[in-house]
Every structure is written in structure tokens, then in C-alpha cells.
């Protein structure tokens, strides 16, 4: 194998409704009888994409936005959060009446008992309200931490904590991650490890998220329902993930 394909999750392979179609699943089967490996690249936790791996029969991912890296079920990189830096951010967040989810590879918990933006952000991925445990944070390894507050909110927030790097994902919620973190550091731990030149990294995104991802691999596919940030950064841009954008990208590709 000298090319590998990375995937984003949600608007990339599964669609609007947190489906995966079934021309994804055919394109991605396709891809690897053609010898060309797969992997995930997503902001999700691991325990979030457990049944979708399976599926796919996917055993490597850059999960967290790129804080943690597995190859082939082997652990390659971790970068998490400092805990003097979330004990800060618990505090200021609390004052703001803004609460917080801490996540590492196995769970999530929320520092607070029930919030309706927690269950609004968390519902759109089909996850229910975590249970609560304020000071989750503390002697593990936290790898992302969500903060819900609405747009325009986190300024504050960034502007504070020079090591953090925030993210929106939702209208009322920001992945905060390691300052310096991103799905394409990640990727590069990935590809380091499988000697591949970049030139034959492709990725497939439609977020925020995904921005350094598809500028840093040798082509960069943003579907057609992504971003405006992302379509135009990107190498190509395909269909909706509706519309068969992940068939219809690797068939242009020359990849299937």
C-alpha cells in the first residue's frame, strides 16, 4: 500500500441524519480491494465511533482532532490537556454559568447534572447527556474538554487560554483541544509511521475542524455540504454526503 484515505465522521461519511450510505460503505470496501489503506479522522471520541469502525473494518484513526492517534490498534501519539490548565478553565467557565464535558478514549462527563445545551449539541450526534462528575479531569488523561456557550462566546475563553486551541462545532458548543493541536498533526504521526510520502495522503472533510487536515494532506476533498471555509481551501470539492459525495470524490480521484 502506497496511498492512504482519511475520512472526517460526521457530514462526511455518515450523513445528516448520522447515517452512513450505502455507497460510502461499497466506495470504502472498493478502496481497500484496490489496495489503498483507510483511516478515520475525526473530533470524536473513540467510544463514539466503536459500531462505525466495526462496520467499516477500520482499525486506524486519528480521533480528538488529533490528540489521539491509533495505528492498527496500537496507540502512536497522545497529547492531552494540562490539568492545572482545566482546574483554570473549570473555574472561570463555572462563574460564567458555562458548563464543560471532559473526554478521554473510554468516556465522557459532564460538570454539570443536566444542561439543555449539552443535550441539544450531544443529541445532534445521537449521544445522550453524560452523567456528572465535576472533577473528571483530575489524574486522568483528558484529551478534549466541550465547552457550551453560544457563538461569540468563546472569545473570552481563547483569549485567556493561550493553551488551548477552541473550535466550534455547534451553535452552542466549542472542542477546546491543546494549542497546536489539529486532525493534521495527527495525520502526520500516521503517515510517519507508514513511510508514505504526503503527495498520496488524501482526506475527505466538511467542518471547521477538518481546515488544517485538508491544506496539509496531497489532496484535500471538502464535500458539497461543507463549509465555506473548507470548499474553499480545498483540492476538490464533491457532492453532498447525501449524494453520494464519497463515491462520486473517489471515482474522480481514480481511486475506485
Known sequence: MSKIVFFDIDGTLLDHEKNLPSSAKEAILELKKNGVYVAIATG??????????????????????????????????????????????????????HPLIFMNE???KSSVKHHEHIESSLGS?????????????????????????????????????PDFHLIRWHPVSVDILPAGGSKAEGIKKMVERLGFD??????????????????TV????????????????ANMV???????????????????
Open 198 to 215: 504526503m503527495s498520496n495522503v488524501y482526506a475527505f472533510g466538511d467542518g471547521l475542524n477538518d481546515l488544517e487536515m485538508l491544506k
Open 218 to 233: 496531497g489532496t484535500g476533498v471538502a464535500m458539497g455540504n461543507g463549509v465555506a471555509e473548507a470548499i474553499a481551501i
Open 125 to 161: 450526534l445521537n449521544f445522550t447527556h453524560p452523567d456528572e462528575d465535576k472533577f473528571y479531569y483530575k489524574d486522568r488523561k483528558i484529551y478534549q474538554t466541550l465547552l457550551f456557550c453560544g457563538e461569540g462566546a468563546e472569545k473570552e475563553y481563547s483569549d485567556t487560554y
Open 44 to 97: 470524536r471520541a473513540p467510544f463514539m465511533f466503536e459500531s462505525l469502525r466495526k462496520e467499516l473494518e477500520i482499525e486506524s484513526f486519528v480521533s480528538f482532532n488529533g490528540q489521539y492517534v491509533v495505528f492498527e490498534n496500537e496507540v502512536l501519539y497522545e497529547n492531552p490537556l494540562m490539568e492545572k490548565d482545566l482546574e483554570k478553565l473549570l473555574e472561570h467557565a463555572d462563574k460564567n454559568e
Open 106 to 108: 473510554k468516556t465522557m
Open 238 to 256: 464533491t457532492n453532498d454526503v447525501a449524494e453520494d459525495g464519497i463515491w462520486h470524490g473517489l471515482k474522480k480521484l481514480g481511486l475506485i
